[in-house]
């Protein structure tokens, strides 16, 4: 049926997109989740994994995992010497001062990509396994569309589990709720915050990686999608993991279909939608009110 | 009445407070200085109509973000409001008269800040952060998709404005002109946030941004001030937009973007947020920056931007006009020690 093949290709290609905006999302949702910092550079963190991973592949010969798994690492590492010098002096400060210290901060991530390795988009090749058409049995679609969903689906599983069921999350989980009662527990906020800062900053600088097949990588990146990766977090729900993931698809879904039929000005309904979705629930979609 | 003897009247504090809205000697100097320039440097009058137009659309956002303490990031949304007001009504050969259509950006900006206002200042910090930058963006779409009246991304080009007071050529080959202009423009709009800044409403702005919960707990009507605040503040923002348009004779998306929006935030905190004048000094300082570093070395400049941005934040969050009140203060105390 026409119909019932546009739907299920509607729904892959927007899942797919909308799984690189959780990988990138999540950490973020998380952060500020913690310690209500503004963390405006996220979007830097995921740009300069993104470069890494391309540069490491194209450069050095890396193959696609073991380029990602660099990628990941060495950002984690990067945003941790951030995190320990900079970051951590502005958590009790006003959030106009986090919002003006972490646009300086985009304002230097752009300047340094583009003075490293130039202004011009680069792409991410794709390797041979991950290209063309996948059978899925009732309809052929692109096989990376298709991997960055199993990708996807893995991670929000495997974060969940360590969310819901390691000690860890659990006192990640305890800081977002009450984060006096947790330090008057004895959880030590500012090294969990470390942990979840390099943990989000990794997971930012892989979303960076898989998305630059289709969103490509220039130094202007880090502010262009910067207002996606809000608008899901703040939809999903400041602290949840779960929530991002289902923003992430509602977003990265009704983006695809709206691109797809409204070419020009589509965009616009995700904002008013936002807009109206943040008065009636600020909270997000997804996260239980305040008692 | 009689005095209460809690507070007399030669009380420092009381003297602070009685006195503050009385003109400084230095006030008039950034008037002087202008004029100064406008002889000095007949060839820079181009760009120092658009230094006093960053200079207005910074004070207008000190009104919000400094006084009343309203985080927001789509301040951007007025100043195209009012540019678009401006470009529309000339280049559909509606209204081109100067003066009024000036009125008239201040007016639609104040509609929108009104609106947007009213249902935006419910929430506090992130939420409202990213509001009031969906909004903006919501209203940059909108000019984007209206093609045909608004020439999206290329804008609308050559807009003919009609001679000021009916006398004086008005177009970017006429800086003198413009220049005049907008510093009376200028002048007139910080006359008058200057006034509401030192009267009760102002004092009570300062309250809301140091203390919600304890205008709150006075009886004071917290959300209309903050509704009040935002609109004046986007009419202001509006006026700038309008200028922007009349002295470049064109519009564009550009007005709407987050990268106005951005700039003038930066302005703004450089020069210190919450002061009159910080304005002033981070638009001269800003633009001339700008204006001789960005065009020879773009790169070296957004790197330079960046790190001041970075150390403002960690180390002056007050601004320039900060670090020189502490100075001052630093300095007094210890003519007082000796």
């Given at each position: 049926v026409l119909f019932g093949f546009d739907v299920i290709s509607i729904l892959l290609g927007g899942i797919s997109a909308g799984m690189v905006l959780f990988i990138v999302s999540v950490g973020l949702s998380v952060t500020m989740g913690l310690m209500g910092f503004v963390n405006l550079a996220h979007g830097a963190f995921a740009m300069l994994g993104g470069y890494v991973i391309v540069l490491s592949m194209d450069?050095?010969?890396?193959g696609f995992a073991p380029a990602l798994i660099v990628g990941f690492v060495s950002v984690a590492a990067v945003s941790v010497v951030f995190e320990r010098l900079l970051y951590s002096r502005l958590y009790r400060a006003d959030e106009l001062d986090q919002v003006l210290f972490t646009i300086g901060l985009v304002f230097v991530f752009i300047a340094a990509i583009t003075i490293v390795v130039g202004p011009e988009t680069i792409t991410l090749t794709l390797p041979p396994a991950l290209r063309g058409q996948f059978d899925l049995g009732f309809t052929e679609y692109r096989t990376y569309s298709i991997f960055l969903i199993v990708v996807g689906v893995a991670i929000v599983v495997g974060l969940w589990f360590g969310f819901e069921r390691t000690r860890l999350g659990a006192q990640i989980r305890a800081t977002v709720d009450n984060r006096r009662m947790a330090e008057s527990l004895g959880i030590n906020v500012d090294r969990l915050f470390t942990i979840t800062f390099a943990f989000g900053s990794g997971m930012a600088a892989l979303g960076g990686g898989l998305g630059a097949e289709f969103l490509g990588l220039d130094p202007q990146y880090a502010l262009k999608y910067l207002v996606y990766f809000l608008i899901v977090v703040s939809v999903g729900g400041l602290g949840t993991v779960v929530g991002v993931f289902w923003a992430s698809v509602l977003i990265g879904v009704l983006d695809f279909v709206l691109k797809l039929y409204?070419?020009?000005?589509?965009t616009m309904f995700i904002f008013a939608l936002t807009i109206l979705l943040l008065l009636l629930r600020p909270q997000g979609l997804f996260r239980k009110a305040e008692r | 009445m009689t005095a209460l003897p809690?507070?007399?009247?030669?009380?420092a504090a009381a003297r602070t407070l009685t006195e503050r809205h009385r003109l400084r000697w230095w006030e008039p100097a950034p008037w002087i200085l202008a004029i100064a320039f406008y002889f000095a440097y007949p060839t820079y009058l181009g760009f120092g109509t658009e230094v006093l137009v960053a200079i207005l659309f910074a004070l207008s956002l000190d009104l919000a973000?400094?006084?009343?303490?309203?985080?927001?990031?789509?301040h951007a949304a007025f100043f195209g409001a009012g540019a678009y007001t401006v470009g529309l009504l000339a280049f559909h050969g509606i209204?081109?008269?100067p003066i009024s259509s000036l009125l008239l950006a201040g007016a639609v900006a104040a509609v929108i800040g009104f609106g947007s206002g009213i249902v935006l200042l419910r929430t506090q910090g992130l939420t409202l952060l990213m509001l009031t930058l969906c909004t903006m963006t919501l209203l940059e779409e909108a000019a984007n998709l209206g093609h045909e009246y608004t020439g999206s991304f290329d804008g609308l080009p050559g807009l003919p404005i009609a001679p000021l007071l009916g006398k004086f050529e008005f177009n970017p080959l006429f800086a003198n002109t413009q220049f005049i202009y907008a510093l009376v423009v200028l002048f007139v709009c910080f006359v008058f946030v200057r006034t509401l800044v030192y009267s009760p409403y102002g004092q009570s702005l300062t309250g809301i941004r140091e203390n919600i919960l304890r205008m709150h707990a006075v009886g004071s009507p917290v959300r209309w001030r903050l509704v009040t605040c935002y609109t004046i503040s986007a009419a202001v923002a509006g006026i700038a937009g309008g200028l922007w348009a009349q002295a470049n004779a064109y519009v564009n998306l550009t007005t709407l973007s987050l990268d106005r929006a951005a700039t003038v935030f930066i302005i703004l905190i450089l020069g210190g947020h919450g002061r009159l004048y910080g304005a002033f000094v981070g638009g001269v300082v800003y633009m001339v920056l700008a204006h001789f570093l960005a065009r020879i070395y773009p790169t070296a400049w957004q790197l330079g931007l960046g790190l001041v941005l970075v150390v403002i934040a960690l180390f002056?969050?007050?601004g320039i006009l900060g670090i020189g009140a502490a100075l001052l203060q630093r300095l007094r105390d210890r003519r007082v020690a000796s």
């Open positions: 450069e050095l010969g890396l409204i070419p020009k000005g589509g | 809690v507070t007399p009247a030669g009380h973000l400094g006084y009343a303490g309203i985080l927001t990031l789509g209204w081109n008269e002056a969050q007050r």
